[in-house]
């Protein structure tokens, strides 16, 4: 690789993936080694649930109709 990367970043690209592949957030907190799912959930999960670029295009479907009126 023509960059350097941390075992922090590797840890935090695991993690994510796995939470985007829909695993437990139990088994996620337990592989990631907090003392809670709510600190996995909280740091981790943000990356996959907030997408504001999705809820943009899905705002504008659904909407889309309203502009003809």
């Known amino acids: 690789m023509d960059f350097e990367v941390t075992p ?3 840890r935090h ?3 994510t993936n796995l939470i985007h592949a829909s695993v ?3 088994t996620v907190q337990y592989l990631a080694g907090h ?4 600190i996995t ?4 999960a943000k990356v996959k649930y ?3 670029d999705e809820l ?14």
């Open 56 to 69: 943009v295009r899905s705002m504008s479907s659904a909407f889309a109709g309203w502009e003809a009126v």
């Open 24 to 26: 437990d957030p139990k």
């Open 8 to 10: 922090h970043q590797l």
């Open 35 to 38: 003392e809670s799912s709510k």
């Open 50 to 52: 907030n997408r504001p």
């Open 13 to 15: 690209t695991y993690i």
């Open 41 to 44: 959930m909280d740091i981790y």
